[in-house]
């Protein structure tokens, strides 16, 4: 691509991270403000200059979906030669290379869960552990790997820390657990997860071929979400490094939710201290959320005692619905109200899967499960299969692969839409529930045909190939339950943020005032989840007899208004759609309001013609931020939110007519 190209298509902040391209940067990133989109550029805009070999490039980040799409994203604009991998998949990959050469024979296996060797190890010392101690314990040893404490130190560690040992064990017997679980681990010749960078660390430092080797394949690092790094991730980092300095860190202080794994924000707030002459940039713009939505995020940051490091965000939207405070009575009055104002979404066109609650812990989720089906809300529950371990969807990816070494040509959609019509899919969805799960697995991976750039079926299968390698799955269907943990990462156009009252958010055993600033982090990630609407809300007791008394979260004092909406509202709330469509015409220039209005016009004869629903075109989120940025080009249109490559291909040419003031006549089949 041409560098200037490139450059267009960011906004001046991002473009100060992206044309610096060599040396140590650390990027101060809130949330909403397209620090994915910065770094992805910077790799790009380097490769477009001369100044790095893509193949010498590694992109670190913390999942591997998010690997996943910085990697397409990398391809998409010209550098897929450049490496996106988590911290562990990237040592594995390096590990299984040297192991046996500098061990020998094979790397052994790696356990998926240390469940079983836990309750193994506990037995042998005699201890006895339900389930539920057996996560907390298997936490705690991965707490004690990643923050490199050895059973001779632990004691001494967590007394230091004040950090409560799980299980009602005391700290020696927590420290001779540690020993007896790395004994039954070599027993049964197997690693597990911490040990893939504990190994890995161990050759780098003590052999200087192998270290001479990776050092030479990697010589500029970028690692993404660097608030979330322990220090075994992060001594792995110095280890790549080798004393070089040419590395991009990019984090959100504000985001740091998970203290309690060994992630410290201080690796990213000091940077500039490891790194002498480290340039510190900032992203402050927000484009995902509202000015009401982003306000609140920024007064709950304001009132938290530790800031070093946190930005201020500025909203780039033109306006939106107020946030909502509302109180319930007890906790089933509030899953019924907050269902009720669901259902009102969803009929004023609102997609499900747009929609989240989002609470602090997984019981919490039952009476909002059976409130949302008692409407017949669909929700996201989390299948109990992983997708491509699916017998039907394996079946349906081994006939793609066969017709893709067959050569049988023609357009990818229409092939694969062929294909699965056997093993299951048809255009409309079974009406009954028989079939109707095969049904929406093979109607993802048509799906996936449809939104793909592959020019051939084998291009295709390669493409699911990594989806396999990566885990990817299907986005959910249906209004989304996810606690605030589990949020991080994701956004939707509304969030339902549920249980804001003591003992929930701050949970009860946030004793300490290090533990309460991490509930307010907690509070700020749920808010910046939402683009368009934001509702907050409480239950004074659990039970509708007025057991269990709560009070409001103090996390909210001097926020939560004094007049707010106590119970289910007495009129029907407006739809979202109107409500911030009239915001809009408020607050935005009249060039754009009549921008919007013809593009309104434009979208509803192409959904008329086209037999679907308006917001399936566009959403009117997306026609506002056209109508405001008013792009000239397709790289400009492009930048948009919900406007992909399929979106470009089929209304690029109408849309950029439209900007221009052009007519457009639809035609059939447009």
Known sequence: MIPEELLDALDPDQRAVATQVA???????????????????????????????????????????????????????GVPKAQARTFHSAALRQLRHFWPTVVGGPLPDVIPHKASLVAASAARLGIAIDRTNVRDIAAEVEWAKVTMVDAAHYAARVGRLGREVPAGLDASDMARLLDVYEDAKAERGVIDFEDILIYLCGMLQERADVAAVVRKQYRSFVVDEFQDVNLLQARLLDLWLGGRHDVCV????????????????????????????????????????????????????????????????????????????????????????????????????MAPHSIAVLMRTNGQSQAFEEALGARRIPVAVAAGKPFFARDDVRTAIARLRAVAAA???????????????????????????????????????????????????????????????????????????????????????AVFLVG???????????KTQQAREEERRLLYVAVTRARDLLSLSWARSRGTDGRGRRKRSRLLDGIWPEADGVGAPKRKPRSSSRALNRAFEEEASPQAVELFGRLRA????????????????????????????????????????????VKVQRFAAPVLALVRGEEVIVDEGA
């Open 23 to 77: 040396g140590p940067l650390a990027v101060l990133a809130g949330a909403g403000t397209g620090k994915t989109r910065a770094i992805t550029y910077r790799i790009a805009y380097g490769a477009a200059v001369g100044a790095v070999d893509p193949s010498n490039v590694l992109a670190v980040t913390f999942t591997q979906r998010a690997a996943f799409e910085m990697r397409h994203r990398l391809a998409q604009l």
């Open 250 to 349: 990019v984090g959100d202080v504000a985001q740091t939710i998970y203290s309690f794994t060994g992630a410290s924000p201080q690796y990213l707030t000091g940077f500039g201290r490891k790194h002498p002459g480290a340039r510190i940039a900032q992203l402050t713009r927000d484009y995902r959320s509202t000015p009401q939505i982003v306000s609140l995020a920024n007064d709950v940051l304001e009132r938290s005692q530790h800031r070093e490091g946190t930005v201020r965000l500025s909203s780039q939207r033109d306006g939106g619905a107020r946030v909502a405070y509302r109180t319930y009575e007890d906790d089933r009055a509030e899953a019924e109200g907050v269902a009720d104002q669901i259902a009102e979404l969803i009929a004023g066109g």
């Open 407 to 493: 050569r049988e040509e023609g357009a990818l959609a229409d092939l694969v839409r062929d294909v699965l019509s056997g093993v299951g899919w048809a255009p409309e969805a079974p009406s009954g529930q028989a079939g109707s799960e095969r049904w929406s697995n093979m109607n993802a991976i048509v799906g996936w045909a449809d939104d793909s750039r592959a020019t051939s079926l084998a291009d295709f299968v390669s493409e699911l190939d990594e989806r396999i390698a990566y885990q990817v799955e299907p986005d959910k269907s249906g209004v989304e339950l996810a606690t605030i943990h589990a949020a991080k990462g994701l956004e939707w156009d």
């Open 500 to 510: 804001v009252a003591e003992g929930l958010l701050p949970i009860s055993y946030a």
């Open 602 to 645: 434009w979208r509803l004869e192409v959904s008329r013609q086209a037999g679907v629903p308006p917001f399936a075109v566009f959403t009117d989120q997306t026609l506002r931020d056209i109508a405001v940025a008013m792009p000239k080009t397709t790289t400009q249109l492009r930048v948009i939110r919900g406007i992909g490559d």
